[in-house]
């Protein structure tokens, strides 16, 4: 303790001595000195590891000292929310705010190699005391009569029990049984099946939006696989499940699920033959489970990033290795298995599929080069309204025209389509009291909606009305795009060149850089000043736009305003915008398409850059790929 203790008082002191006067030069030396603690108390493996997870990267190779403190915040206080370059006032406070951390690390890392030092000394000097222990226990155990009265009835109970069985759940019923039932998947279910029947599978991940088949299609590749003679699958190869969010271990590694680990004869869990010889016994995970077959991890990107580093040397090896100090190789008394095991390891040679609704940039970059990438398109709603009917036909139950559109306007998740049908087949069973001859009607429909107090998940706010100063762009979260509404107004300033600009508080700085851009653009085109006018513009709504692919929607709308120009209500538009006017390209085209469809646009305008993105009948859109504003100007202003 007296040298974590030494260490942060000498850091203190640097820190301290130079709180009024920050420059860069003892701003980098203060950095290299909190660097350097944090790497000896983590290790560069842990580093690694959080830095990649919290994205501190780009930050901490900055050659401005300012911009690699934001990076060492990401890194040492592991939070992302980092990202403003602080001003000199606030530095010391930072630096402050990093010196309590680091003190708390090492504080807790010394109290726990004290801990660990006494634990090891006690259970050396218990060893011995513990078998006896546990000697005693079997012995004991087995001198009594384990068929009691009480035991008995236990046991009738338990049996008694298996013997109650409530019929399947709703989504085991209407569950695909083969690829062809998935729906609006065919792109994303022809991709997986086809690496996983070669002969050589590859390992997968698979992004995608919750409830659009990505587990149900995992599943059924591998049955389908299985029938397949040049597949590398046998007849009988597992598919393992689990999920990335409830997968836990401790660092001493007794448990690991996901794994293995190996019981210690002293702790809790180990055979008692075992224990009683004093003999650890290995104990295999699901990637051991999983050999020869399929480890599915639902929600890939929530593993414990330790945990994955270990999946990614079990890929590597296609084995799992067990240490135990308490193994002796020598002990006659060691099972042929549990020598099997120490020796050579368990067998775990597998395909992952790992799946998640998280975006590929925030998934660790060393499980992507691993594995191929596969995307899963959003349902759209007439895919909802197919799944709905589907799953209707399988529970046996007839619907009135109009309710498998409704709950399409509820949710654009298969899944949760499914359970809003049985909430209304259960409520219409429950009504006429039997279940011969059920039927859903749209005011049922409404009713079960109304009780779980739903609203539509989309308005179509489309129009074929021509309006000025307003536009419609497009952006993107998480894998769904939507719509953007633009307005701008603009009135004369009450002194020529003086006039000011009013843009969302909440607007990101990318898309009020977009505003300067666009005032080279007006006056290139009108040979007008922006600084004649009073602009007001406005994100309706208030969301905050990240990037620059508003910057041509925003041009149009202040153009629009300024020369009095309509605009149609039926188009939206994507693209950066240069200073020169030029369209340049931007991303998520796919999302952003499919948010426009989602509004009822009948087209939208995208950088011609961007054409490739997308396929001629894509969410059923007209396409107008564009590389200058007068093009934009052109589509919006409608002329022929």
């Given at each position: 303790?007296?040298?974590?203790?030494?260490?942060?008082?000498?850091?203190?002191?640097?820190?301290?001595?130079?709180?009024?006067?920050?420059?860069?030069?003892?701003?980098?030396?203060?950095?290299?000195?909190?660097?350097?603690?944090?790497?000896?108390?983590?290790?560069?493996?842990?580093?690694?590891?959080?830095?990649?997870q919290y994205n501190a990267v780009k930050y901490m190779h900055d050659e401005n000292p300012r911009i690699r403190l934001i990076g060492m915040e990401r890194l040492i206080l592991e939070s992302q929310d980092y990202s403003r370059q602080p001003t000199d006032e606030e530095i010391p406070a930072i630096l402050d705010k990093l010196e309590d951390k680091l003190a708390e690390i090492l504080a807790r890392q010394a109290v726990e190699r004290q801990l660990e030092q006494k634990i090891t000394s006690r259970l050396e000097e218990r060893h011995e005391e513990y078998i006896n222990e546990i000697r005693q226990e079997i012995l004991s155990e087995e001198t009594q009569t384990p068929e009691t009265p009480q035991n008995k009835h236990k046991m009738e109970k338990l049996e008694a029990m298996d013997r109650v069985q409530l019929t399947a759940s709703v989504m085991q019923v209407v569950r695909p049984q083969n690829l062809s039932e998935i729906i609006g998947q065919d792109r994303a279910v022809k991709a997986l099946a086809s690496r996983i029947s070669s002969p050589y599978p590859q390992h997968i991940l698979l992004y995608g939006p919750p409830g659009v088949g990505k587990t149900t299609a995992a599943r059924l590749v591998l049955e389908e696989a299985k029938q397949l003679s040049y597949t590398a699958f046998g007849k009988d190869a597992p598919f393992v499940e689990c999920d990335g969010t409830t997968l836990r271990w401790d660092n001493h590694d007794m448990t690991n699920p996901l794994i293995g680990s190996v019981h210690d004869p002293i702790y809790q869990g180990a055979q008692k033959e075992l224990a009683d010889e004093g003999i650890p016994e290995p104990k295999p995970g699901l990637v051991t489970d999983a050999h020869g077959g399929i480890l599915f991890i639902d929600e890939?990107?929530?593993?414990?990033?330790?945990?994955?580093?270990?999946?990614?040397?079990?890929l590597e090896d296609k084995r799992v290795y067990f240490e135990s100090a308490y193994y002796d190789e020598e002990n006659p008394q060691v099972p042929a298995y549990i020598k099997k095991l120490f020796r050579?390891?368990?067998?775990?040679?597998?395909?992952?599929?790992?799946?998640?609704?998280?975006?590929?940039?925030?998934?660790?970059?060393?499980?992507?080069?691993?594995?191929?990438?596969?995307?899963?398109?959003?349902?759209?709603?007439?895919?909802?309204?197919?799944?709905?009917e589907k799953a209707a036909q399988k529970l046996l139950v007839t619907l009135e025209d109009g309710v498998a559109d409704t709950i399409s306007q509820y949710t654009m998740e298969g899944r949760?389509?499914?359970?809003?049908?049985?909430?209304?087949?259960?409520?219409?069973?429950?009504?006429?009291?039997?279940?011969?001859?059920?039927?859903?009607?749209?005011?049922?429909?409404?009713?079960?909606?109304?009780?779980?107090?739903?609203?539509?998940?989309?308005?179509?706010?489309a129009s074929d009305t021509a309006k000025v100063g307003h536009i419609y762009g497009l952006g993107v979260a998480g894998y769904w795009g939507s719509t953007i509404e633009i307005e701008a107004v603009a009135f004369p300033?009450?002194?020529?060149?003086?006039?000011?600009?009013?843009?969302?508080?909440?607007?990101?700085?990318?898309?009020?850089?977009?505003v300067t851009t666009a005032a080279a653009v007006v006056r290139s085109l009108t040979n007008k000043r922006l600084s004649d006018y009073d602009l007001h513009i406005n994100i309706i709504?208030?969301?905050?736009?990240?990037?620059?692919?508003?910057?041509?929607?925003?041009?149009?709308?202040?153009?629009?305003?300024?020369?009095?120009?309509?605009?149609?209500?039926?188009?939206?538009?994507?693209?950066?915008?240069?200073?020169?006017g030029e369209v340049k390209p931007v991303g998520g085209i796919q999302e952003k398409a499919f948010g426009?469809?989602?509004?009822?646009?009948?087209?939208?305008?995208?950088?011609?850059?961007?054409?490739?993105?997308?396929?001629?009948?894509?969410?059923?859109?007209?396409?107008?790929?564009?590389?200058?504003?007068?093009?934009?100007?052109?589509?919006?202003?409608?002329?022929?």
């Open positions: 303790m007296e040298d974590v203790k030494d260490l942060l008082s000498r850091l203190k002191n640097q820190i301290d001595g130079t709180m009024s006067n920050i420059d860069d030069e003892e701003l980098n030396r203060q950095l290299n000195a909190i660097y350097s603690i944090y790497a000896t108390a983590m290790g560069p493996e842990q580093i690694i590891v959080q830095a990649s890939i990107g929530e593993l414990d990033p330790m945990m994955l580093n270990k999946l990614l040397k079990v050579e390891g368990a067998p775990a040679d597998f395909i992952l599929i790992g799946a998640t609704t998280r975006a590929p940039e925030d998934i660790n970059p060393a499980i992507r080069s691993r594995c191929a990438e596969i995307f899963f398109d959003p349902l759209q709603p007439f895919h909802v309204k197919q799944i709905v949760k389509a499914v359970n809003l049908l049985a909430d209304a087949y259960s409520l219409a069973v429950y009504e006429k009291g039997n279940t011969e001859d059920i039927h859903v009607s749209q005011a049922l429909m409404e009713q079960t909606a109304r009780a779980s107090r739903l609203s539509p998940w989309v308005k179509k706010i300033a009450m002194d020529a060149g003086k006039g000011t600009i009013h843009f969302n508080e909440t607007a990101g700085s990318m898309a009020k850089d977009s709504g208030g969301g905050n736009i990240d990037g620059p692919s508003a910057g041509c929607a925003i041009t149009c709308a202040i153009l629009s305003a300024i020369e009095n120009i309509p605009l149609r209500q039926d188009y939206a538009v994507t693209g950066e915008i240069s200073l020169s426009a469809r989602q509004a009822g646009m009948k087209g939208i305008i995208l950088p011609k850059a961007n054409r490739s993105d997308l396929g001629e009948s894509d969410m059923s859109l007209t396409i107008e790929a564009v590389s200058h504003i007068r093009e934009v100007l052109s589509i919006m202003r409608n002329e022929e």
